[in-house]
């Protein structure tokens, strides 16, 4: 039985601090020392997650505060924990920011639960002596936190860099555990979302590597390495003392397609354990390039970027048509923001039109802003496939797509009044504070939700594909 969880955390005082490079870095470091990682990411993300993953050669789990309970949170923390040497968790956004002026659901508060040593990444940009006084405010802030080395980055010089070392190590009492400079040529390129997902990046494994490499150059990995382990014999809060493995399978009895490609990528690991685990066996697609679906008795559509690949959806017109007709005959699908997308009638960009699969009269466009970015509270306002009615679910959104009415008697289903099965009580949705529009046994929605905190969504999938089996025989 596992007591000891050697942790460590990378927040940052903002987002866009460089708290990515910085854990991509510890990680890809570490693996190449021979130590097994498993990483964590705090906040709804899919992104950073998956960038970790690939450079820790390991699934990234979510933790989130809001969006998980914090027993479950915890149990997720041991019972994913495994053999690992360490845990690598990346907060997100500032190290003290939440949903309020408490702070609520931060990575402050997150490192409280896990009772985690903190590694802060501060920025140097335009500022000398001053980032000794914001890093003692931070330390101040909330002494329970447990802020133990800093790293400084992005400053522009040596002499730079010793005028922040030494106010630092100074005034704050805290060592400075890395000191990375301006880095001309970013290895991780950017995209309206953040980071370019890792499948979609030319050279992953150049970009880890350089990663490492920074982090080897720059950083103390042994100090921190010290501070992990250190962490490791710190009980959480709630702990009984206990690890908490997670339950094994049942036997399989429904097969549910996974579409899992570059423009559908957009998944917690957790979401499918969870189908796993209440009996479900899980099959890839790829709506890129499969002709047809494959014998299956639920399919589960993520996020992504269906955009970037609207002209390659658009001519796979054999596998949208195989998804159009076993919808027609009550296949059950559940999907989220870019499997909305696809199920529409089409994407409009640039002036031009791409056909998608047509199950809702909805067309989407794209933004030069979000159209909606954040936590969603959304309430189950009338019966439908998946949920009961009165059902509350937390979950979150991020889209630079809004949807557009089809005109009258396009797609196949234009003349068909759309039902929306969620009222928002926090976020955006579709249109008018609604969302998860749904048709026969389709629900697709904005809103992306974790299973862990969220169960009635494993449930539904199973039973609904369960019902599905079952008619068929």
Same mark, same amino acid.
């Given at each position: 039985?596992?007591s ?14 460089g ?25 709804p ?8 993953s ?6 990234c ?43 609520t ?8 639960t ?10 140097c ?10 890093l ?60 370019? @997902?890792?499948?979609?990046h030319?050279?992953?494994?150049e970009? $880890? ?14 100090r $921190? ?9 710190r009980?959480?809060?709630?702990? #009984?003392?206990?690890?908490? @493995?997670? @339950? ?11 579409i ?24 890839? $697609?790829?709506a ?23 002209i ?19 296949l ?26 047509? $199950?809702? @009269? ?14 969603t509270?959304?309430k ?10 009165? #059902? ?36 955006e ?28 969504w494993?449930e ?14």
């Open positions: 039985m596992r000891n969880y050697p942790r460590i955390i990378v927040a940052g005082m903002r987002g866009g601090s708290k990515t490079t910085v854990s991509l870095g510890i990680i890809a470091a570490w693996v190449r020392k021979g130590r097994a990682i498993v990483p964590f990411k705090k906040g993300d899919y992104i950073d997650a998956g960038w970790l690939s450079a820790a050669k390991h699934p789990f979510n933790l989130d505060p809001f969006l998980i309970t914090k027993e479950k949170l915890l149990s997720s923390f041991r019972g994913h924990f495994g053999r690992a040497d360490c845990a690598v968790i990346e907060g997100n956004r500032g190290l003290y920011d939440g949903m309020d002026a408490e702070g659901y931060s990575t402050a508060e997150l490192a409280k896990l009772n985690a040593p903190v590694i802060l990444v501060l920025d940009t335009k500022v000398t002596r001053t980032a000794a006084a914001m003692l405010g931070m330390i101040k802030f909330d002494p329970s936190v447990k802020i133990l080395g800093v790293v400084l980055n992005r400053f522009s010089g040596l002499r730079h860099e010793n005028v922040i070392r030494e106010a630092v190590e100074r005034y704050c009492k805290v060592p400075v555990v890395g000191a990375i400079p301006r880095l001309r040529g970013e290895q991780l390129s950017e995209r309206h979302m953040g980071l370019t @997902p890792f499948q979609e030319p050279e992953v494994g970009a $880890i590597s350089a990663t490492a490499e920074i982090a080897e150059k720059y950083l103390d990995l042994d $921190i390495w010290e501070m992990a382990i250190a962490g490791g014999p009980r959480m809060r709630s702990e #009984t003392g206990k690890t908490c @493995p997670l @339950p094994p399978a049942l036997n399989p009895s429904v097969r549910i397609g996974i899992r490609d570059s423009a559908f990528q957009f998944y917690y690991p957790e979401n499918f354990e969870e189908l796993e685990k209440q009996g479900a066996v899980l099959t890839e $697609i790829s890129l390039k499969a002709k047809k679906l494959p014998e299956i008795d639920a399919l589960y559509i993520g996020g992504g970027f269906p955009e970037t690949h609207a390659a959806l658009a001519r796979n017109s054999s596998f949208r048509t195989s998804l159009k007709s076993a919808i027609e005959e009550g059950p699908v559940y999907a989220e923001c870019g499997g909305l997308m696809y199920l529409g009638d089409a994407l409009l960009l640039d002036n031009k039109t791409y056909p998608m699969t047509g $199950i809702f @009269p909805l067309r989407f466009s794209l933004g030069k802003k979000p159209q909606a970015h954040g936590y509270i959304v189950v306002r009338n019966a439908n496939p998946f949920y009961k009615k009165g #059902t509350v679910l937390r979950g979150h959104e991020f889209h630079y797509s809004r949807a557009i009415e089809s005109p009258e008697g396009s797609g196949g289903n234009g003349r068909r009044r759309m039902k929306f099965a969620f009222r928002m009580q926090r976020g949705g579709i249109s008018n504070g609604l969302d998860g529009v749904w048709y026969k046994n389709v629900l697709a929605t904005y809103t992306h939700l974790h299973a862990l905190g969220s169960p009635e494993a539904g999938m199973i039973r609904r594909a369960a019902l599905y089996k079952k008619g068929r025989k």
